[in-house]
């Protein structure tokens, strides 16, 4: 007789869903209008070409429809979405002037111990707002700019208005076009020429405010020769209601720089997360992309890698863990428009419980990229007979040298190698645990020590709500 699988029908999340009572110091209306546009402009003291970019955005997400591919979005109705949530707080450099009830929230997920242990510079970010922000002094003194985006839009002006969604214009998507007419908060970091921060940077977002959007945007400009770390950690409260992520993310990596950019995404199962990351590569420079999805309820992201200089090079590794009630289209796409290219993609996917998990990938070389080299290797495993897990790779190659290979495998845990480990003693739950450790293990080693720590307590929660 086959044995039968018993599921649980939430996973317990208490870390992440403690909720705070919601104190906002002020919220826009609900919906999206050119009123609450010039709202949000004239609360943040824009400049006035940031108020003409806003509008212009509105716009053109008027005219834009939702994407006809991917997860189903209609559930999503922006009339019920407050675009801008202001905290009962104002940034600081100092932890100890954060309000208590705020505080104690970064404090439970680790923000704190984890600047004091192992990070140059942390921002903090709530609801819509920075409240917290602080660098070391000697990266200062390098001439390292690390503040938040409302800061850099004062303080370096002349360099936000070049940079900004340049990368990621308007136009790309509808939620490209939200973000651009709505944006707060977010990460600012330049990085002069030559200079090796050798210590990570790390913001942190978290979204407190039931049925809100956050729209923070992360500018990070690599000039020749520079080396950074940056670290990005998402969570949210779960709420009976839907809320939003339409972040940016843009990088530029000039002529033999090297970015890493790390990312765990713990949304709450209320929350949709239409994110957008691409980087610009230069001669010589590398861009390597660490990224875990593990919460949502539906994801759609796919940070994209313009390999634009000769021999620039892109890495890209990333694990996604998709449970009950959970629709997570991930992956990321290659462009090579330069000679001599390379990019390696090694992704792992996990579905259980009958959550769905979709990897989708797009490389493109174009007729003047001579000599490229990718190779595209994705993994999935599913946890029992109700999941499901999609792998959809896209290549479009215009030049007959490149090298190209794809490899990807679907499967389930093998119940041999369960037996095996059982009969040495270890119980079915830690044997199957066991097995998707070691599964997302090339994931894990590439994460920075705190954050392969969260991982791997994610993997436990998630495996506890099976039973065998």
Known sequence: MAKQKTFIDDIERTLYDIKNEDKALYKSQAGLTEDIVRDISAKKHDPEWMLEFRLKSLEVYNQLSLPTWGPDLSELDMDNIVTYVKPDAKMVGNWDEVPEDIKDTFDRLGIPDAEKTSLAGVGAQ??????????????????????????????????????FMKLVPPKDHKFAALHGAVWSGGSFVYVPAGIDVKIPLQSYFRLNAPGAGQFEHTLIILEKGAKLHFIEGCSAPKYNVTNLHAGCVELFVKEGARLRYSTIENWSRNMMNLNTKRAYVEKDGIIEWVSGSFGSHISMLYPTSVLAGDSARCEFTGVTFAAKGQN?????????????????????????????????????????????KCSVNCESLMLDNISRSDTLPTMDIENATADIGHEAKIGRISDDAVFYLMSRGISEEEARAMIVRGFVEPIAKELPLEYAVEMNNLVTIELEGTMG
């Open 126 to 163: 709530y609801d819509s707002e920075v409240v917290y922000h602080s660098v070391q002094e000697s990266l200062t003194k390098q001439g390292v700019v690390y503040t938040d985006m409302e800061t850099a839009l004062r303080e370096y002006e002349d360099i936000v208005k070049e940079y």
């Open 328 to 372: 997570l289209d991930t992956g990321c796409s290659v462009i090579c428009t330069a000679p001599n290219t390379s990019a390696t993609v090694n992704t792992r996917t996990i579905s259980k419980a009958g959550g769905q998990a979709t990897y989708r990938s797009a490389v493109k070389v174009t007729k003047k990229a001579d000599n490229v």
